[in-house]
């Protein structure tokens, strides 16, 4: 009786052992974020949480300084300009890109990328405005160079001072997306073995040569950014495959599925906090 | 006769070792390109990789298929490494989560 009793405790043990692991491999977006959120704020706790979106400006009080002097006359201001221009400019047959989006391309910055549930896939703004063009009869054009640069940075202006609004629609292949931009952010890749994390979870505020790694959190709500040391604008698309040649490995192409469910992972568990872009960047 | 057994020793030792052929840098070339197409499937060659085939592709292109064949075995076995990262890192990224 006794033994019979142990073997049924021991039986309940595993599968209560076995629930609680198959809980932890749920995806929990939710949970993730205030997990993710709070391992930044209380690794900085003299920051506040806004303060995250301006990336290494905002780890010591120096950098701030120097980004206060920046943003008197921010490097970035002639990819605005250029931006606006583009963006007012009709195509041929006389639509602009205005005509693609709701509310006009207006302030929606912070809603970018979403999942579309008739497409069952990520649209990351990138997308959407080369879609914009091919859909108007132009041609699209390079993910990582300065016109959409240009244009996302006039994009992200009008937007900024807005939280950071990323949705999950209640669909399986919307979860599925998040949790693989998930796995993407912590897999090691390339020959030096590096994750996003290893730079920007477990190392923000460190040197690595010259440069000082930002934090993960709110690392997109600057995009695009001007960055001094490519001495000139780079898109989201840009910094993912410049990330990936950094750690010796061969960047996937620009929008991949990969980098798309990544940029709705890390816009996710950066939700609440301001658009800043377009940025600067040491 | 220990005279010529001297001799034809001599000989053999002094006589320059085989060079690779074309041949031995083909099939050294291709078990690289092999395991860099199966990195590929997984969505993780390594820039080293990809220069290391194109220096063997060079150097069998003049003729030196010793260097060929040595950049397309040093492709090789950087290949099967990011084959192993990108296998092993199907549940070890976990260990890096946030929790």
């Not at chain 1, 198959?22 to 959120?37: E, I, L």
């Not at chain 2, 084959?83 to 092993?88: E, G, K, L």
């Given at each position: 009786?006794?033994?019979?009793?142990?073997?049924?405790?021991?039986?309940?043990?595993?599968?209560?052992?076995?629930?609680?692991?198959?809980?932890?491999?749920?995806?929990?977006?939710?949970?993730?974020?205030?997990?993710?959120?709070?391992?930044?704020?209380?690794?900085?706790?003299?920051?506040?949480?806004?303060?995250?979106?301006?990336?290494?400006?905002?780890?010591?009080?120096?950098?701030?300084?120097?980004?206060?002097?920046?943003?008197?006359?921010?490097?970035?201001?002639?990819?605005?300009?250029?931006?606006?221009?583009?963006?007012?400019?009709?195509?041929?047959?006389?639509?602009?890109?205005?005509?693609?989006?709701?509310?006009?391309?207006?302030?929606?910055?912070?809603?970018?990328?979403?999942?579309?549930?008739?497409?069952?896939?990520?649209?990351?703004?990138?997308?959407?405005?080369?879609?914009?063009?091919?859909?108007?009869?132009?041609?699209?054009?390079?993910?990582?160079?300065?016109?959409?640069?240009?244009?996302?940075?006039?994009?992200?202006?009008?937007?900024?001072?807005?939280?950071?609004?990323?949705?999950?629609?209640?669909?399986?292949?919307?979860?599925?997306?998040?949790?693989?931009?998930?796995?993407?952010?912590?897999?090691?890749?390339?020959?030096?073995?590096?994750?996003?994390?290893?730079?920007?979870?477990?190392?923000?505020?460190?040197?690595?040569?010259?440069?000082?790694?930002?934090?993960?959190?709110?690392?997109?709500?600057?995009?695009?950014?001007?960055?001094?040391?490519?001495?000139?604008?780079?898109?989201?698309?840009?910094?993912?495959?410049?990330?990936?040649?950094?750690?010796?490995?061969?960047?996937?192409?620009?929008?991949?599925?990969?980098?798309?469910?990544?940029?709705?992972?890390?816009?996710?568990?950066?939700?609440?906090?301001?658009?800043?872009?377009?940025?600067?960047?040491? | 006769?220990?005279?010529?057994?001297?001799?034809?020793?001599?000989?053999?030792?002094?006589?320059?070792?085989?060079?690779?052929?074309?041949?031995?840098?083909k099939t050294a070339y291709a078990a690289a390109e092999t395991a860099e197409?199966?990195?590929?499937?997984?969505?993780?060659?390594?820039?080293?990789?990809?220069?290391?085939?194109?220096?063997?592709?060079?150097?069998?292109?003049?003729?030196?298929?010793?260097?060929?064949?040595?950049?397309s075995k040093?492709a090789e076995a950087?290949a099967k490494?990011?084959?192993?990262?990108?296998?092993?890192?199907?549940?070890?990224?976990?260990?890096?989560?946030?929790?």
């Amino acid at each position: 009786m006794i033994r019979l009793a142990s073997l049924a405790l021991a039986l309940a043990a595993i599968s209560i052992a076995a629930l609680s692991a198959r809980a932890a491999d749920k995806p929990d977006p939710v949970g993730d974020a205030k997990t993710f959120q709070k391992f930044f704020t209380d690794k900085f706790p003299k920051l506040k949480p806004e303060d995250f979106v301006n990336g290494p400006y905002s780890m010591n009080e120096d950098l701030h300084r120097q980004w206060e002097e920046k943003e008197q006359f921010p490097p970035y201001e002639f990819a605005l300009e250029a931006g606006k221009e583009m963006f007012s400019k009709p195509f041929k047959n006389g639509k602009t890109y205005a005509d693609c989006f709701p509310n006009g391309g207006i302030g929606i910055r912070q809603d970018y990328p979403y999942f579309d549930e008739k497409e069952g896939k990520v649209i990351t703004l990138e997308l959407a405005l080369n879609r914009c063009r091919e859909a108007n009869g132009e041609a699209p054009i390079s993910y990582v160079r300065d016109d959409m640069a240009s244009l996302t940075a006039y994009m992200a202006y009008t937007s900024r001072g807005k939280p950071m609004s990323i949705k999950i629609p209640n669909d399986p292949r919307a979860l599925e997306a998040y949790q693989k931009g998930k796995e993407y952010f912590y897999t090691r890749r390339g020959q030096l073995n590096f994750s996003c994390a290893t730079c920007h979870v477990q190392s923000p505020g460190e040197r690595i040569r010259a440069e000082i790694l930002a934090p993960a959190l709110g690392i997109l709500n600057a995009m695009p950014i001007y960055r001094s040391e490519w001495s000139g604008m780079g898109t989201t698309s840009r910094r993912f495959t410049t990330c990936n040649s950094q750690i010796r490995g061969v960047p996937l192409e620009p929008q991949s599925e990969e980098y798309r469910d990544l940029e709705y992972y890390l816009s996710y568990v950066s939700n609440g906090l301001p658009i800043s872009g377009p940025g600067a960047r040491p | 006769m220990r005279a010529l057994l001297f001799f034809a020793l001599l000989i053999a030792s002094s006589a320059p070792a085989l060079a690779a052929s074309e041949d031995d840098f083909k099939t050294a070339y291709a078990a690289a390109e092999t395991a860099e197409k199966e990195a590929g499937r997984l969505r993780n060659q390594w820039t080293t990789t990809e220069a290391a085939l194109a220096g063997a592709k060079k150097a069998a292109a003049n003729g030196d298929f010793d260097k060929a064949i040595a950049s397309s075995k040093e492709a090789e076995a950087l290949a099967k490494a990011s084959i192993f990262q990108a296998t092993s890192e199907k549940e070890r990224w976990k260990d890096m989560e946030i929790r």
